[in-house]
């Protein structure tokens, strides 16, 4: 290879590693999402379907609350100074009780279902787009982007999309289903209850903003030094024979620790960075237990509430407050998953720098006359050829010779429309090739 082909890979490469890392220290946009939005078009139904489990899943864990309620409100008797059970009464409760688990674990397992054919969907649909894409790139490309981060794209980062694309939206509506249905039926038993609740939702809003901007930009950045010890691996295996005949084994190795080093660092910055966001959650949950139970206790002293109520809206704190737990694992998903699309979006978004003529003539029978006229081409700044011609006639056999560098294999990569030369043309059977 030319010192000119080198001088330009290099430059290429690190323009397009520059590329990844720009991104990788910005925050996502959110013109990303809408990007994904096409992905799981074809899969709506399935989607919709799976949004529908969720839904009913959901109303069968309310259905509890009110068992309970239920039972000891309505579950035992004052007979002669005597509590005793009501047994048709805990009969009912018990078999609706047992419905609902019932219920709960067959939906269970048809969302199970959905999500996995979903993701069968979406994710191989993806493989053979990007597979796809990747074919119709021309080598220049390829000279400029390393093997292992095209694989880590076409790989990892789609399988890293799946629970964003399947498990996300379900479990996003069930969430806000929980909060919103606990905090209707809380208030309907009893307003304060409410507004104790209520008053968490300004600071826990504030902190997520918080939280989100941080865990958006680390995961970008695991996912570019992930991307790097792939693109290293790749590398090594592709190149194993030189690697061994230079003696090269211990510094390559050497290398790859540093990149797994960084991996790591990355990790470790990151979970240090968002690491206060899980605890935080749960003292504010705590704290709006603790208030409830005081507001509760008073209510129920002063006789505005029943036991039943009581401890039904204990349930309704639970349900209210559980969806603010899960909040770190969906916020990370998101994030990691964003930025994940953010790179297989850049690679999708990398249009062939060689294309066809709309108007280009079909060849019926090649001759195998080849012409070329006063070409110029430059890899980089330095030219390698300058007003070059050439012309062989069909059957005419020739031999380019010279020192390395001087562009004989560049005459055979244009012919071959490896690159495309900045002025003059090339003629194939008095057709230009394009």
Not at 226 to 233: P, V, Y
Not at 244 to 249: A, G, I, K
Request: glycine share 6%.
């Amino acid at each position: 290879m030319n010192t000119s082909v080198k001088n330009f890979r290099s430059f290429a490469k690190s323009a397009d590693l520059q590329i990844e890392e720009n991104l990788a220290n910005t925050s996502i946009h959110r013109g990303m999402l809408k990007k994904l939005i096409p992905l799981v078009y074809p899969i709506r139904y399935l989607l919709l379907a799976l949004i529908a489990v969720e839904i009913l899943q959901v109303m069968s864990v309310f259905v509890r609350p009110w068992v309970v309620k239920y039972i000891l409100d309505s579950g035992f008797q004052h007979i002669a100074e005597k509590m005793v059970l009501n047994q048709p009464v805990l009969s009912i409760a018990i078999s609706i009780l047992t419905l609902s688990w019932i219920c709960r674990f067959a939906l269970a397992s048809v969302s199970k279902y959905l999500s996995g054919r979903a993701a069968l969907k979406v994710i191989n649909g993806l493989r053979r787009s990007l597979f796809q894409h990747i074919q119709s790139l021309n080598i220049g490309y390829f000279d400029r982007t390393k093997a292992g981060r095209i694989i880590s794209r076409a790989d990892r980062d789609v399988e890293t999309l799946e629970p964003v694309l399947i498990q996300g939206p379900p479990e996003l509506l069930s969430a806000i289903l929980r909060c919103g249905l606990a905090s209707v039926l809380l208030w309907h038993i009893y307003p304060p209850f409410f507004w104790c609740l209520f008053a968490t939702l300004p600071i826990l809003f504030g902190m997520t903003a918080i939280f989100k901007k941080s865990s958006q930009k680390h995961w970008g950045r695991v996912a570019e030094e992930r991307s790097r010890f792939t693109a290293h691996l790749v590398e090594t295996v592709n190149g194993a024979k030189i690697i061994q005949q230079l003696n090269y084994t211990q510094t390559n190795q050497s290398r790859y620790q540093e990149l797994l080093k960084d991996f790591n660092n990355s990790i470790i910055y990151g979970s240090k960075r968002t690491s206060w966001f899980a605890p935080f959650t749960g003292l504010l949950s705590t704290l709006a237990t603790a208030g409830f139970i005081v507001i509760g206790s008073y209510a129920y002293s002063d006789d505005m509430i029943s036991i039943g109520q009581f401890a039904e809206s204990i349930f309704y704190v639970f349900l209210f407050l559980a969806p603010l737990q899960e909040l770190t694992d969906l916020f990370e998903r998101y994030a990691n998953g964003a930025a994940c699309a953010q790179r297989i979006f850049l690679l999708l978004d990398t249009q062939s720098t060689i294309l066809e003529q709309p108007n280009a003539a079909k060849l019926e029978q090649l001759n195998g006359h080849i012409r070329f006229q006063s070409v110029n081409f430059a890899y980089t700044q330095k030219p390698v050829l300058q007003n070059f011609n050439l012309e062989i006639e069909a059957g005419q056999i020739i031999a380019i010779v010279g020192p390395t560098g001087h562009g004989k294999s560049t005459v055979v990569q244009l012919l071959t429309r490896f690159y495309e030369p900045q002025q003059g043309g090339i003629f194939l059977d008095r057709y230009p090739i394009q």
